[in-house]
């Protein structure tokens, strides 16, 4: 049975990805989580006496942490990351720890293990500001943000390692997601919780901003695919095909939640805001992935999930107060 260690598994793409993992197939999952803000052990409290799933408390940028979780491990899918644009602005620090420093410590303790294959999970948002057409995997990097900057630099310390240790790696990178269990910071959780709390949406500056969703079951997939299939020291996109403008996308939201534009707040645009991210993901295709899931079916199933789960999202939005 392979073994597969999960970092952030905790959080709303690895708890997903976890949770797949039991359900799909036999392998034995091991999840590494510091249990940070946004990871949330209620994630995967379906699964936790799972025979095939071990929870380890630790830290990526922890040698010995990363050491006690990386024994025995065939595969590891490296998800832990500070993630949330605004609080990058805020304080780059954690991010540059967690992104960055985090990232050789798990590749150093997976050479030391001889770990068959490391899976770096990145983000689209490396590639900047897309004007027109889809970016490429050899396209240039262009992050503009500090979240987006460390992403990248943990991405090309990966690959490095690839080429200059021979480590058998490979990085993904993906589109907005959305889904279940996504922390109310995130824009789709935050308008709709927000919207069953009875206030207003924050709507950055023109709403004008265009974002590819993806559901969050489709990009595990296709992380998945990646980690089984993809070449070594190659990197694969994996978008949506959905591209929405932020004002597109709150409509939506608000119509399918019987509400108006009277629920619209217009706030100060975010410095240094991309205005469009849009992903070409044929050279995942070639490997026989496709995403799945219809936005505006996914969109509604977000929001019914969000409305029948109170007790999971009541608590983390007051404990941010």
Same mark, same amino acid.
């Given at each position: 049975?392979?073994?597969?260690?999960?970092?952030?598994?905790?959080?709303?793409?690895?708890?997903?990805?976890?949770?797949?993992?039991?359900?799909?197939?036999?392998?034995?999952?091991?999840?590494?989580?510091?249990?940070?803000?946004?990871?949330?052990?209620?994630?995967?409290?379906?699964?936790?006496?799972?025979?095939?799933?071990?929870?380890?408390?630790?830290?990526?940028?922890?040698?010995?942490?990363?050491?006690?979780?990386?024994?025995?491990?065939?595969?590891?899918?490296?998800?832990?990351?500070?993630?949330?644009?605004?609080?990058?602005?805020?304080?780059?620090?954690?991010?540059?720890?967690?992104?960055?420093?985090?990232?050789?410590?798990?590749?150093?303790?997976?050479?030391?293990?001889?770990?068959?294959?490391?899976?770096?999970?990145?983000?689209?948002?490396?590639?900047?500001?897309?004007?027109?057409?889809?970016?490429?995997?050899?396209?240039?990097?262009?992050?503009?943000?500090?979240?987006?900057?460390?992403?990248?630099?943990?991405?090309?310390?990966?690959?490095?390692?690839?080429?200059?240790?021979?480590?058998?790696?490979?990085?993904?990178?993906?589109?907005?997601?959305?889904?279940?269990?996504?922390?109310?910071?995130?824009?789709?959780?935050?308008?709709?919780?927000?919207?069953?709390?009875?206030?207003?949406?924050?709507?950055?500056?023109?709403?004008?901003?265009?974002?590819?969703?993806?559901?969050?079951?489709?990009?595990?997939?296709?992380?998945?695919?990646?980690?089984?299939?993809?070449?070594?020291?190659?990197?694969?996109?994996?978008?949506?095909?959905?591209?929405?403008?932020? =004002? %597109?996308?709150? #409509? /939506?939201?608000? @119509?399918?939640?019987?509400?108006?534009? &009277?629920?619209?707040?217009?706030?100060?645009?975010?410095?240094?805001?991309?205005?469009?991210?849009?992903?070409?993901?044929?050279?995942?295709?070639?490997?026989?992935?496709?995403?799945?899931?219809?936005?505006?079916?996914?969109?509604?199933?977000? =929001? %019914?999930?969000? #409305? /029948?789960?109170? @007790?999971?999202?009541?608590?983390?939005? &007051?404990?941010?107060?």
């Amino acid at each position: 049975m392979q073994k597969i260690l999960v970092t952030g598994g905790c959080g709303f793409i690895g708890s997903n990805f976890v949770r797949m993992l039991l359900a799909q197939t036999d392998m034995e999952v091991v999840n590494l989580d510091l249990l940070t803000y946004a990871g949330n052990l209620e994630n995967l409290k379906d699964v936790e006496d799972n025979k095939r799933y071990t929870f380890i408390k630790g830290d990526i940028a922890n040698k010995p942490d990363a050491d006690k979780a990386m024994k025995g491990v065939d595969t590891v899918i490296s998800f832990a990351a500070e993630s949330h644009v605004d609080n990058s602005i805020n304080d780059s620090e954690p991010f540059i720890r967690t992104n960055v420093s985090g990232t050789k410590v798990m590749l150093d303790c997976a050479r030391k293990n001889n770990v068959e294959r490391f899976c770096q999970i990145g983000t689209d948002e490396v590639y900047g500001s897309v004007e027109k057409g889809a970016s490429t995997e050899k396209d240039r990097l262009e992050p503009r943000n500090p979240y987006s900057a460390t992403k990248a630099a943990s991405d090309l310390l990966a690959l490095s390692y690839a080429n200059t240790y021979g480590m058998n790696v490979v990085v993904t990178r993906s589109s907005n997601n959305y889904g279940p269990y996504q922390y109310p910071e995130k824009v789709i959780p935050l308008f709709v919780t927000n919207i069953l709390e009875g206030k207003k949406v924050p709507l950055y500056g023109t709403g004008t901003n265009i974002r590819d969703w993806l559901h969050v079951d489709d990009n595990c997939r296709g992380i998945l695919r990646v980690a089984e299939k993809g070449k070594k020291g190659e990197i694969y996109n994996i978008g949506g095909g959905n591209e929405v403008t932020n =004002i %597109d996308l709150t #409509k /939506k939201i608000l @119509k399918l939640m019987g509400k108006g534009g &009277e629920s619209i707040e217009r706030v100060a645009d975010r410095k240094g805001h991309d205005i469009r991210y849009s992903l070409d993901s044929s050279k995942l295709g070639k490997l026989g992935w496709a995403p799945k899931k219809n936005f505006e079916t996914g969109l509604k199933e977000t =929001i %019914d999930w969000y #409305k /029948k789960n109170e @007790k999971w999202w009541k608590p983390l939005k &007051e404990k941010k107060k």
